[in-house]
């Protein structure tokens, strides 16, 4: 059973496109929702996230969104660069369960010059 | 800062054998946690520890031990590994375990373990 479905699984966009990631989640009572960057050969790292109760977080380049009533959230990329290529997850959790994150399957995305 | 250092980067293994996987930190943080990721699948806990001497089953823990010998470090058994099986190992921490969404997950590079 998939809690946490991402969207699309790879995308490729040109350098200075915009990139927009998606996420749907099940359980109404997650409340935190990370996205983690990860490059070849290294761990995920924490890049942005979101509390329920907001619907938009902004980090220079990088936006999310979070949609309660649809259950959806989704990061957005302006202006991508070839070094943001990397995967991307999104993830959720419900904080007062402690930090037990469901992560999405993850989006491989590719920035061309 | 610190940094979480796991050993080996890569693993070999024949089918049947029993592999082991350690990961250290330096970040003096409470609780560590081992996923596995797989291409398509993202990341399933595998098992975490609140505080030192406490060990919790993830959602992927049959086929697994886990054993975290002092606060700084944490290590992952497979106790039979499967033809094969080929995944990444990730080692993780954080501050604690209930400070919501202040707490930060911190990856080590992972474990590739191949078994032939």
């Known amino acids: 059973q998939q809690q946490v479905r991402q969207s699309p699984q790879s995308l490729t966009v040109w350098e200075g496109g915009t990139t927009v990631l998606t996420c749907s989640y099940e359980?109404?009572?997650?409340?935190?929702f990370p996205w983690y960057q990860q490059f070849p050969g290294e761990g995920p790292a924490l890049l942005i996230s979101?509390?329920?109760?907001?619907d938009k977080k902004e980090d220079g380049r990088f936006t999310t969104f979070f949609n309660k009533r649809e259950k959806k959230l989704s990061l957005h990329i302006i202006d991508s660069q070839p070094g943001d290529s990397a995967t991307y997850f999104c993830a959720a959790s419900q904080t007062s369960s402690g930090q037990k994150l469901v992560f999405g399957q993850g989006t491989i995305l590719k920035v061309y010059l | 800062g610190g940094i979480i250092t796991q050993t080996p980067k890569f693993l070999i293994g024949q089918e049947g054998q029993k592999l082991t996987l350690k990961c250290q930190q330096n970040f003096n943080h409470d609780t560590m946690y081992w996923y596995r990721q797989d291409s398509g699948k993202g990341l399933r806990l595998i098992y975490y520890s609140i505080t030192e001497n406490d060990l919790q089953k993830g959602d992927l823990s049959e086929g697994y031990d886990a054993s975290r010998e002092k606060k700084s470090s944490f290590s992952l058994t497979v106790t039979s590994a499967q033809k094969n099986e080929m995944a990444v190992f990730l080692c993780?921490?954080?501050?604690?375990?209930?400070?919501?969404?202040?707490?930060?997950?911190?990856f080590g590079a992972g474990t590739r373990l191949s078994v032939l």
């Open positions: 979101i509390l329920s109760v907001s």
């Open positions: 993780a921490s954080s501050i604690d375990f209930w400070g919501g969404s202040q707490n930060t997950l911190y």
């Open positions: 359980d109404s009572t997650f409340n935190y």
